[in-house]
């Protein structure tokens, strides 16, 4: 079954300073992945997502991400962040060939400070 | 384009009570997921649905639970009775059956809380 860990529960950053949140994950066959972004008082949505091809994936808002998949990492990276940036985000993980449906992270809370 | 719509937002009510929440998938949409979102345990799925059928309810804590689709366009979970240490946000999904990422389309939640 698959795993995902959030190494970071809490990110504290300055504004226009770059961040990186770190995403490890653990599976037996080939897998998708994704990192969501949670807004205060909102649902999840999606802000990128690895299927296949180039492992540099880039997705809404600045961000960008890339697939190692000798380290099993999917690691979240912006050059440099905003104040609107502050939110909750989340890595998830489903595995090809089965019910993809996604195992997600416990999320890291990315707050930016002015 | 209409997303995933919940309702209601916020619940409060007393230990003991009904508690049912509400769900309208995006058009065309045929599967559908309840998640349920704390502090302690993150985001845990507790039922998924295929054409209206569920599928997977193993996530469901307790008997206390129960979830149903009685149409393509709505579904609701219902906790009866309601006790302090449901109080989380209730997150419903939606996507394509068949959709072969695993990406899903998320309403913005039902905050609930028991007292």
């Known amino acids: 079954a698959q795993s995902v860990t959030q190494l970071d529960s809490q990110v504290p950053v300055f504004e226009e300073a770059p961040v990186e949140l770190r995403c490890n994950y653990s599976s037996s066959v080939s897998v998708y992945l994704f990192w969501y972004v949670q807004y205060p008082n909102q649902g999840l949505q999606l802000l990128l997502k690895y299927l296949s091809g180039s492992t540099l994936v880039k997705g809404i808002n600045g961000f960008e991400a890339e697939f190692n998949k000798s380290q099993t990492s999917f690691h979240l990276r912006k050059p440099s962040v905003h104040i609107s940036d502050t939110a909750e985000y989340f890595c998830?993980?489903?595995?090809?060939?089965?019910?993809?449906?996604?195992?997600f992270g416990r999320g890291t809370s990315l707050i930016v400070h002015p | 384009d209409a997303g995933v719509i919940q309702s209601p937002r916020h619940e409060v009510t007393e230990m003991g009570q009904e508690v049912t929440l509400r769900c309208k998938p995006i058009?065309?949409?045929?599967?559908l997921f309840w998640y349920r979102q704390t502090m302690m345990r993150g985001l845990e799925l507790l039922i998924y649905f295929n054409n209206n059928v569920p599928i997977d309810d193993s996530g469901m804590p307790e008997d206390r639970f129960s979830a149903k689709m009685p149409n393509a366009s709505f579904s609701t979970l219902k906790i009866q009775p309601s006790e302090p240490r449901d109080s989380a946000v209730y997150f419903c999904a939606s996507r394509i059956q068949g959709s072969n990422t695993g990406e899903l389309f998320f309403g913005e939640g039902s905050r609930l809380t028991v007292l």
């Open positions: 058009s065309g949409h045929n599967s």
């Open positions: 998830a993980v489903s595995e090809l060939g089965g019910s993809y449906i996604p195992t």
